[in-house]
C-alpha cells in the first residue's frame, strides 16, 4: 500500500461515524478539477509513503473510539494490497468505507464478494458522452457501468456523487441520474477551488460551475430518478 497520509479522525467522511481517512497515492484519471493533485501524480523525492505497519498500529491504537475506516485517494482500487490491507482493518472491529472512480469493475466484485467493505462511495464524473473530458483521460465507459451494476447488485450499502464541476450543465446532471436511475442515494456535490492545494489542472479555478441555487434547482429535477440524496454544498 503506498499511503500519503492518515487522518486520525473525521466526522464528515463517513456518515454517522466516527472514521479515520487512509488516503492512498496514485490515479489512473487526472481530472482536471480534482484537488488532491499531490495523490493523483505524486512528485519525485516527495514525503515517504507511511509503513502499513504504522498505520495499522495507529488504528488499532484508536479502535476503541474509532467506528470505521475511509479508505481514499488517489485511487485506492489500484493498490496491488487492498485487500489484504481492509482485512487488516476488518480484523480491528472496524467498519470500512472505500471511495472509488469505479474503473476498475472486478477490484470492486472482489471486496464485495468478500465482504471487506460496508461502505462504497464512487465519483460518477459526467454523462458517458462527455467523460473523456472530465476524467482527463480516454475512459472505459463500460468499465464505470459495471461499477455501476455492481454496487446496485452487490454492496450493502452506496451512494453516487458528482462533483459538478465548471462545464457540467443541469442537462449533464440529468443524464448521469439516468444513468444510476433507482440508486439508493446520488449526491451532488459543488465545485470548491481549495486555497491550501492546487487543482490538477490550476486553470479551471477560474471556470464558472453551477452555482448553489442552482445545484437545489438541479436537484428537484433529478430527485425522482433516485432513491435518495441532496446536494453538498
Known amino acids: 500500500m503506498d499511503i500519503a497520509a492518515l487522518v486520525p479522525l473525521s466526522l464528515s467522511d463517513h456518515e454517522g461515524r466516527i472514521a ?17 493533485a499531490d495523490l493523483v501524480r505524486p512528485a519525485r523525492g516527495g514525503d515517504p509513503m507511511l509503513p502499513v505497519e504504522y498505520v495499522l ?22 493498490q496491488p494490497d487492498l485487500a489484504d490491507f481492509l482485512a487488516a482493518i476488518r480484523k480491528l472491529g472496524l467498519a470500512v468505507k472505500l471511495d472509488t472512480n469505479g474503473a476498475r469493475p472486478d477490484v470492486l466484485a472482489d471486496l464485495l464478494d468478500r465482504r471487506l467493505v460496508d461502505f462504497v462511495a464512487m465519483d ?54 439516468e444513468w444510476v436511475r433507482g440508486a439508493r442515494r446520488y449526491f451532488l456535490q459543488a465545485f470548491r477551488v481549495p486555497t491550501e492545494k ?12 453551477l452555482s448553489r441555487d442552482e445545484l437545489h434547482q438541479a436537484w428537484k429535477d433529478i430527485a425522482p430518478l433516485v432513491r435518495g440524496g441532496g446536494v453538498r454544498a
Open 20 to 36: 479515520a481517512v487512509v488516503f492512498v497515492r496514485g490515479c489512473n484519471f487526472r481530472c482536471p478539477f480534482c484537488h488532491n
Open 57 to 78: 498500529a495507529r488504528l488499532r491504537d484508536r479502535s476503541g473510539f474509532l467506528d470505521s475506516v475511509v479508505v481514499s485517494g488517489g485511487e485506492p482500487t489500484l
Open 124 to 177: 460518477v464524473k459526467a454523462p458517458p458522452s462527455r467523460y473523456d473530458e472530465f476524467c482527463g483521460v480516454r475512459a472505459d465507459v463500460g468499465a464505470i457501468e459495471r461499477s455501476i451494476g455492481c454496487l446496485r447488485e452487490a454492496a450493502s450499502d452506496y451512494e453516487f456523487r458528482t462533483t459538478v464541476a465548471p462545464g457540467l450543465a443541469r442537462e449533464d446532471l440529468r443524464a448521469i441520474a
Open 198 to 209: 492546487s487543482l490538477v489542472d490550476p486553470t479551471w479555478a477560474e471556470r464558472r460551475a
